[in-house]
């Protein structure tokens, strides 16, 4: 597994995350599922004076409402392999405005109830109508 600089991207499963997975498990509530993500920017990234970004810890509680803009939705492609759970992010740039460029740092997994349980902050990038952008995040699902 390729692993990548955390001056680069972090990724965070969120608390949310585990409390659903374990209340699911238990037949409390609905189905926990993956759904969808959401594409934009968030405070915990920042540029730097030489040009590049520093990304701040993503905290365990972080909320979709803790996006500065919310660029796009995407969709999930989920796989399971050997202890671990891919998640495939890609943006629908069908929703963005001809000609026009979005910025984006950060993504966030939902769940089916539109929660965050999941998050990838990047280097900023953009995005615009015609650029295709997918991101993958993989969850360790236990074992040592």
Request: with cysteine; aromatic share 10%.
């Amino acid at each position: 597994m390729t692993t990548v600089s955390t001056d680069l991207s972090k990724s965070r499963v969120l608390s949310y995350y585990y409390q659903r997975r374990a209340e699911s498990q238990i037949g409390s509530g609905v189905r926990f599922l993956l759904q969808s993500v959401v594409f934009g920017t968030s405070a915990l990234v920042s540029s730097k004076s030489d040009g590049t970004y520093a990304i701040e810890d993503i905290p365990a509680d972080f909320e979709v409402g803790d996006l500065l803009t919310q660029v796009a939705t995407g969709i999930l492609t989920l796989s399971y392999s050997d202890g671990y759970i891919t998640i495939r992010a890609a943006i629908d740039t069908s929703q963005l405005e001809d000609n026009v460029s979005y910025p984006i740092n950060t993504f966030v997994i939902l769940d089916a109830e539109g929660k965050a349980v999941a998050v990838q902050c990047v280097q900023q990038d953009s995005i615009y109508q015609g650029k295709s952008y997918v991101s993958t995040i993989k969850l360790k699902t236990g074992g040592s």
